[in-house]
T-cell receptor
């Protein structure tokens, strides 16, 4: 149980285009999902907290107009990187909290999406 | 504030050696503590967790004990295998709120 999927797993795009990454909780409902960015040999940097049916909460320094987050259902959150540039190339990871669990302190992570912007 | 400090790697061990990866934390109240593992090219997987002082989390031969007095949650394994080669992250979840705080990760390589 507690499986989170991400699609696509790898994407290469041209500079200036937009890329959408999907994060799905496959066997549980997730009111809250998180989006992280991981740089090489670095820890995860929390970008934003995504809440179903409401606006995402962005961390300081993260451009909300560049990284659009939509959490339209209890099992799906999307991250759209708009007008991508080479510096946006990174490994993006989502996680989800299982709403059904009494103690919702464990995040379940997706496998990540490798974005390369040419 | 909340933060996690993790020993820097990389760590290279021979198969069957003893492993310790140190992790200390700063938090208000009583956070939950976690170890996550990331295999090459993959996302993070929960390895073990502890939710209160003196709890011991264990999984796949790995153990970590929640030490409130030393604010530590060191990861240990008595005999590592080549398949344990991965990056290990220590993390905490505060008593209130859902945000996680991660350490910088420790890369472990186990050689035959």
């Amino acid at each position: 149980g507690a499986v989170v999927s991400q699609h696509p797993s790898r994407v290469i795009c041209k500079s200036g285009t937009s890329v959408k990454i999907e994060c799905r909780s496959l066997d549980f409902q997730a009111t809250t999902m998180f989006w992280y960015r991981q740089f090489p040999k670095k820890s995860l940097m929390l970008m934003a907290t995504s809440n179903e049916g409401s606006k995402a909460t962005y961390e300081q320094g993260v451009e909300k107009d560049k990284f659009l987050i939509n959490h339209a259902s209890l099992t799906l959150s999307t991250l759209t990187v708009t007008s991508a540039h080479p510096e946006d190339s990174s490994f993006y990871i989502c996680s989800a909290l299982d709403t059904g669990l009494a103690a919702t302190d464990t995040q379940y992570f997706g496998p990540g999406t490798r974005l390369t912007v040419l | 504030g909340n933060s996690v400090t993790q020993m820097e790697g990389p760590v290279t061990l021979s198969e069957e050696a003893f492993l310790t990866i140190n992790c200390t934390y700063t938090a208000t109240g009583y956070p939950s503590l976690f170890w996550y593992v990331q295999y090459p090219g993959e996302g993070l997987q929960l390895l073990l967790k502890a939710t209160k002082a003196d709890d011991k989390g264990s999984n796949k031969g790995f153990e970590a004990t929640y030490r409130k007095e030393t604010t530590s949650f060191h990861l240990e394994k008595g005999s590592v295998q080549v398949s344990d080669s991965a990056v290990y992250f220590c993390a905490l979840s505060p008593a209130t709120g859902n945000q996680f705080y991660f350490g910088t990760g420790t890369s472990l390589t186990v050689i035959p």
